[in-house]
């Protein structure tokens, strides 16, 4: 049955007003033109859901009153626009840097008006802050000044360069971005100052720079410094610090900056004494150093372009997040410097589709969590609005900053559900599973999730229980066995085999005591390599069981050792990497060696140089399986036991092969460590033109056969 005519006239318009607003700019759609990843502790790419979608475009159509025309509007558009400031009304601020304007918009982004400073007209501004009065400060920076603003746009107060004798004379004015503190302190950010943010009081006063970048210091200089006269050192082009881009300032009056031209600390979370509370400790060290922050997708884009944060934003839950203006990508950490997510679009994505941003300049972030990223070379403001994914993830996370695991847990299984492999929820299910005493758990979740020290303090736990509900199992075992030990002690006492002893070196030239003379070099490894080749107590075939021995030790050691100390094995590896690297490396020893021993008065032969090498390699088979077992049952407060067994095995191989020289070639002590010196150097240099080979090897290849591609298409 057909519909009645004016019926369909009505559906056909429903349908039209229905597309309309769905299609409407600004309207949250579920496609968003980038991708939202999170890197685990690996350095994994972990694909997840939107974190934001793209909510709108602001500022693209600008009218404002026409000077020549009372009561009509002029199309003026923003012009390299270089900051934006949402206050805590969500009005929003802009620095129209080409047009030398302030651009005021409502919490929907309509135009509200322009401030030009009539009385001093603003040049090129580009920072803007504004206090809760509705204050405006402006970094007016082709006037090299800093000025007030009261609510209606009137000038207060200029902020010049400060006079003091505390400022150096090379100290470049140039203001870029500002925050002000509740006392009304600015902290100024200067184009290219190095020296920190710039502190002047409410009158102009200069107070000093405020967190600085420290001043790389590598290998290279040290040893500059201990070499160089004072004039060499002089002469040298002095190092200077990255120079802080921009800065921002959270609810509770904690400053942040973001930084170029450094490796680690692009980002800093400030105190009052200047300090970074987002560094943390080393594992060897109490000394805290700052994180590296800035995302890459992949290791490849980080080759040519590092890291070029230049802005970031706080929101009321304590995110920070920062952007990339070479790389275009979109980084979110929470409060404690923990990667949340990170967002960023494909070079063939056009720059024209909503969300993505061809120059981002700046970011802010409003009441509702919504980011505001200025994109300085199309001229607009792009609304970002937080997802259902994004929206639990900030309500889980900042639940458990604040310590509250228990109401953490079902919106992390949410997040979970939603995507198994995002790890953030895995460690916060952990945190939450560690608080309730559900230790198993706890255990198994922190393992998934690669983090160590949650694991450790879990592992603690259960450990500790097992202990307590077995311990007096346990002590009748050690009391018993020791009666039994005590008892065959005294019954054995008289026994032959008792009162024998060897004399000299153990075994004869058989297999047997071949492998036997392994355990007389540990004892005595000046006489044990000599026997190895005047008494012939080595051979090939004990010296490949010693190898192979050895090379399954290493091998146990890489692939079993618990992930607290070799969290690789969390990536399940081969081992094949691993055997290679053993046989390469200890072949490649054995030829330097010899050709340095023969060249430098050396009396063993070769094979003397590959049994007494094969033989030094017996600690591996000693200590690797009892190492790594003793590994899973450690935590880590037990590390420095570990770290002393795991690099003594491998100071013990060094010895035993620096003894193996010694007494193989009947070299003094300085000969040897001459020797040793020059087979490492040897080793070097052989890798070296190895891996040179190699590639050359490959280019040719690849050069015939494009030659070969070529000839064959024509």
Known sequence: MRPHPARRILLTVLAVLLAAVLLQPGRTSAYTPYNTNYKDSYGQLIWTQSAYNPGGALGRDLFIPDPKKPGALVHSPLKGPQDVFIDAKDRIYIADTGNNRIVQLDPDGKFVRMIEVKESPLKGPQGLFVNKDGDIYVADTGNKRVIRLDAEGKLIREFPRPESKFLPASFKYDPVKLVVDKRGFLYITSLGGYQGLLQLDPEGGFQGFFGSNRTPFSLIDAFKRFVYT???????????????????????????????????????????????????????????????????????????????????????????????????????????????????????????????????????????????????????????????????????????????????????????????????????????????????????????????????????????????????????????????????????????????????????????????HAFYILKHPIDGFAALRYENKGGFLSSFILFVLALASYCVMEGGISFLYNPDVLLDLGLGTAIVQFFVIWLGWIVANYLISAIYRGEGRFRDVVYGSTYALFPFVLIGLPLTLLSQIMTLNEGAVYRFFYFGLFVWVGLLLFWKVQSMQNYSVGETSVNVSLSVFTMSVCGVLLFITFGLTKELYDFFYSVFQEVTVR
């Open 230 to 516: 004072r004039e060499m050192y002089q002469r040298e082009i002095s190092k200077l610090p990255g120079s802080i881009a921009s800065a921002a300032m959270d609810g509770d009056g904690l400053i942040y900056t973001v930084s170029k031209e450094v490796e680690t600390g692009q980002i800093k979370k400030l105190n009052i004494a200047g300090l970074d509370m987002l560094a943390q400790k080393t594992e060897f060290s109490d000394e805290k150093i700052s994180l590296p922050f800035g995302e890459t997708p992949f290791r490849e884009w980080g080759e040519d372009t590092p890291v070029q944060l230049n802005d970031l934003t706080v929101d009321h839950d304590g995110n920070i997040t920062a952007i990339d203006t070479k790389k275009r990508v979109v980084s979110q950490y929470d409060g404690s410097g923990s990667l949340l997510f990170f967002w960023w679009a494909d070079a063939e994505v056009s720059a024209e589709k909503l969300g993505v941003i061809q120059s981002p300049t700046a970011i802010a972030s409003s009441s509702k969590n919504d980011l505001y990223i200025l994109d300085g070379e199309n001229n607009l403001l792009q609304k970002f609005e937080l997802s259902e994914f994004g929206r639990l993830v900030h309500q889980a996370n900042r639940l458990t900053q604040d310590g509250r695991y228990a109401e953490s847990e079902t919106p992390w299984a949410e997040v979970h559900r939603l995507n198994a492999f995002y790890t953030p929820a895995i460690l916060g299910l952990a945190k939450a599973a560690y608080g309730r005493g559900d230790y198993e758990r706890a255990q198994a979740l922190f393992k998934a999730a690669g983090q160590g020290q949650g694991y450790s303090d879990a592992f603690w736990q259960n450990r500790l229980l097992w202990f307590q509900q077995r311990f007096g199992l346990l002590m009748n075992v050690l009391i018993f066995g020791s009666l039994a030990l005590y008892v065959l002690n005294r019954l054995t006492k008289h026994a032959s085999w008792r009162r024998s002893r060897s004399t000299g070196t153990p075994g004869g030239s058989g297999l047997a005591g071949q492998l036997k």
